[in-house]
């Protein structure tokens, strides 16, 4: 899966191509999930993916930290994946995406609400405000496999859920200018012990909505992770797993790309 030395993508992906005609033309793009920032970048995804299936892939990464899944279907992010695809000399068979969980973590203040005698943790949701910003996030990706169809019909898409985080306060280095914590302020006049049923709520619905959506997709694959990172020992911080929960992940995902790619994996 090496693509050479020189820190252009593009250009280590064409001397990949060029040295590998057969390999699988992989285009990568997402969050920390994929790009968890800094020194600590070969713990996520798409490291441990290399780690795990030694695949015969040749890499296209553009995936950035911080960023929602808003921020990749809009502007110029938007038109260079219009762009890519496009591009015959790249004919991407694999987009691997990783988006959503910002856009719905930002969202927290709006979708939690601190009520006086609330009984459990969907007393404190606003289900209204949630469903709007998961019908949302989940049209970005509907908008991605329509750009898809357009550009590169047979490009397989394949993205994840997330998993249900601890909200626990804790910050993550390595982040630039946003460090967290992302989840535990907009929680802050809540009961600590419906933190986490929150959050699941919350996680639950989004992950629900992917999945179904995801259904009615042709080549069009959720690999819904829920449950992979049940213990807080996976957790680094409050949304990003830990270098185990990283490959935790990629495992299941692994499984995924093997079924559909038996000979390049």
Not at 18 to 25: I, S, V
Not at 115 to 136: M, N, W
Not at 191 to 211: E, N, S, T
Not at 236 to 257: C, N, Q, V, W, Y
Request: positive net charge.
């Amino acid at each position: 899966m090496s693509n050479g030395t020189t820190s252009n993508p593009w250009v280590r992906f064409a001397r990949t191509v060029h040295r590998h005609p057969d390999w699988l033309r992989v285009y990568v793009e997402g969050d920390s999930w994929f790009a968890f920032p800094g020194l600590f970048n070969r713990t996520s995804i798409p490291n441990w993916l290399v780690k795990l299936m030694g695949a015969k892939f040749a890499v296209y990464r553009v995936d950035e930290a911080g960023d929602t899944a808003a921020d990749m279907l809009s502007g110029r992010q938007r038109r260079q994946l219009r762009d890519r695809l496009k591009n015959d000399n790249a004919d991407f068979q694999l987009l691997l995406f990783s988006g959503g969980g910002n856009d719905v973590i930002d969202e927290l203040k709006t979708i939690v609400r601190p009520v006086p005698g609330g009984v459990d943790a969907s007393s404190f949701i606003d289900f209204a405000a949630l469903r709007q910003t998961v019908d949302r996030v989940v049209a970005y990706h509907i908008d991605l496999a329509d750009l898809r169809d357009r550009y590169r019909r047979d490009c397989q898409i394949v993205t994840h859920t997330y998993d249900i985080p601890f909200p626990d306060g804790r910050k993550v280095k390595k982040l630039g200018t946003r460090k967290g914590p992302w989840i535990k302020p907009a929680l802050k006049d809540i009961p600590k012990k419906f933190h986490r049923g929150i959050i699941r709520i919350v996680m639950d619905q989004f992950a629900d909505g992917l999945v179904s959506a995801g259904g009615g997709l042709r080549k069009f694959t959720v690999v819904d992770t829920r449950g992979t990172l049940a213990k807080q020992k996976f957790w680094g911080d409050e949304i990003h797993p830990t270098s185990r929960g990283f490959e935790k992940i990629a495992k299941k995902m692994r499984d995924e790309l093997h079924r559909q790619y038996p000979k390049h994996i």
